[in-house]
């Protein structure tokens, strides 16, 4: 018995050793350890605070994840309901669009959103809260996408139903779209749920 258990040493070490990472003569170097994300801000960034315009959130991107930073956007007073929607749309597609600040880069914010995209109120026959944006919604990464909709749903853009009626150019379709949790924490993979909007509705 004890001998028996001496020849199943060995055999054990072996299968051990199998499970682990060969050795390899060929030189490796995967650079320093990633640091950790923080995805809060130290302190409070004055240069947001600053900003002249009415006080605003944007969804920027942080890990994996979308998170709520303060903004200011510039709306002038007196126009239509649809108008004054379709301008604090731009205001806050001009924001995501932007460089995050130097405070909000060393805390891991990044964007997904590409500059030159504008937005527009309804056209003839869409909803009154719908709103067009110059590149098709379904054009834009998943990451862009669920910024817009996170951003435009939780704001003066939208209805404040957390969700937010979208279309490109001309009589590209509608779709409502939901910012949910899920977007939130996995933008990457979880795109907006939407569903079709028409153009009489």
């Known amino acids: 018995m004890r001998v028996r258990g001496l020849f199943a040493l060995p055999l054990l070490a072996a299968l051990l050793t ?11 170097d995967f650079g320093p350890a990633p640091s950790r994300v923080r995805c809060s801000l130290a302190e409070p960034d004055i240069t947001t605070q600053a900003a002249p315009g009415v006080p605003v959130q944007v969804f920027l991107l942080c890990g994996s994840s979308l ?14 309901d649809a108008e004054r929607r379709a301008l604090v749309a731009q205001g806050l597609l001009d924001q995501l669009a932007e460089s995050p600040t130097a ?3 060393e805390a891991g914010y990044t964007t997904d959103v590409r500059g030159g995209m504008t937005v527009d109120g309804p056209g003839a026959g869409d909803p009154d809260d719908a709103l067009r944006l110059s590149t098709p919604p379904n054009s834009l990464t998943s990451y862009a996408l669920a910024q817009v909709v996170c951003t435009f749903s939780d704001s003066a853009a939208a209805e404040g139903d957390g969700s937010v009626i979208l279309g490109g150019p001309g009589t590209d379709p509608l779709r409502r779209y939901e910012c949910t949790d899920e977007v939130r924490s996995r933008p990457g993979s979880a795109e907006p749920p939407s569903s079709e909007v028409t153009n009489d509705a």
């Open 18 to 28: 199998g499970c682990g990472i060969r050795a390899t003569e060929v030189p490796t």
């Open 103 to 105: 405070a909000e880069k």
């Open 67 to 80: 998170v709520a930073v303060d903004r200011a956007v510039r709306v002038t007073a007196g126009p239509a």
